[in-house]
């Protein structure tokens, strides 16, 4: 689902949906989830609407200097991870089950062009391993995958590029009206991070409250 579509809510949740239920939203990535302001930002962004009560969830809890002691922390952001290992050890299963999640946004891969040079095929099959667990832990998952950001050093935005234009059939092809995938283009500076996340975020709980959904 590349920002372009008109889907009803009784489409993406079904007749049985809950209607004021707490969102539970994970942020899920590398250090760009972990360390980078963006969440204090999408949180404050987010406090002063309706969708105020989101539940941030996650394992991670660090303050990183971000101007904001009240946000809340709670992500699944992993320095230096990469996206093959934390599928192949199976480490997303345990994350989910500890905190269970209605929203997920990913940003992986960088790690692993960066620090081993991983073909985009191997990358590309990690992430649909991960939102297979996804979607085991939560069948209605609404999942927001980020096409990455660019590397300011290196000769490593070659792959990059090569992993961002593989994610749109890849999404394509696994995106399902019950467990919808978004894709947001990072790489360009088109979508600011917590720009990039706070669309799909505030979208989903109008969902739950009986909205239709656009998206330019």
């Known amino acids: 689902m590349i920002f372009n579509k008109i889907l009803?809510?009784?489409?993406?949740?079904?007749?049985?949906?809950?209607?004021n239920a707490t969102l539970r939203y994970m942020p899920f990535g590398d250090s760009i989830t972990e360390i980078i302001c963006w969440r204090a930002m999408l949180w404050e962004k987010l406090k002063a609407t309706e969708w105020g009560t989101v539940n941030w969830v996650g394992s991670g809890k660090t303050e990183n200097n971000c101007q904001d002691s009240t946000y809340d922390r709670d992500n699944e952001g992993h320095s230096g991870f990469l996206a093959?290992?934390?599928?192949?050890?199976?480490?997303?299963?345990?994350?989910?089950?500890?905190?269970p999640a209605d929203v997920i946004t990913m940003h992986l891969g960088t790690n692993d062009i960066v620090q081993q040079n991983k073909p985009?095929?191997?990358?590309?099959?990690?992430?649909?391993?991960?939102?297979?667990?996804?979607?085991?832990?939560?069948?209605?998952?609404?999942?927001?995958?980020?096409?990455?950001?660019?590397?300011?050093?290196?000769?490593?935005?070659?792959?990059?590029?090569?992993?961002?234009?593989?994610?749109?059939?890849?999404?394509?092809?696994?995106?399902?009206?019950?467990?919808?995938?978004?894709?947001?283009?990072?790489?360009?500076?088109?979508?600011?991070?917590?720009?990039?996340?706070?669309?799909?975020?505030?979208?989903?709980?109008?969902?739950?409250?009986?909205f239709g959904l656009y998206e330019s």
């Not at 009803?8 to 209607?19: K, Y």
């Not at 093959?84 to 905190?99: F, K, P």
């Open 8 to 19: 009803p809510v009784a489409v993406l949740l079904g007749a049985t949906a809950a209607q």
């Open 84 to 99: 093959i290992d934390i599928a192949n050890r199976q480490q997303l299963v345990g994350w989910l089950n500890t905190n």
């Open 120 to 210: 985009v095929n191997d990358i590309i099959a990690a992430f649909t391993t991960l939102v297979g667990v996804m979607r085991k832990s939560n069948p209605s998952m609404k999942i927001v995958v980020a096409q990455i950001i660019p590397m300011g050093f290196g000769s490593y935005n070659t792959q990059i590029q090569s992993l961002n234009a593989a994610i749109i059939p890849w999404a394509k092809g696994l995106n399902t009206t019950e467990s919808p995938i978004w894709v947001v283009d990072q790489y360009t500076g088109k979508h600011h991070p917590y720009k990039a996340h706070l669309k799909p975020i505030i979208y989903v709980p109008r969902y739950l409250s009986g």
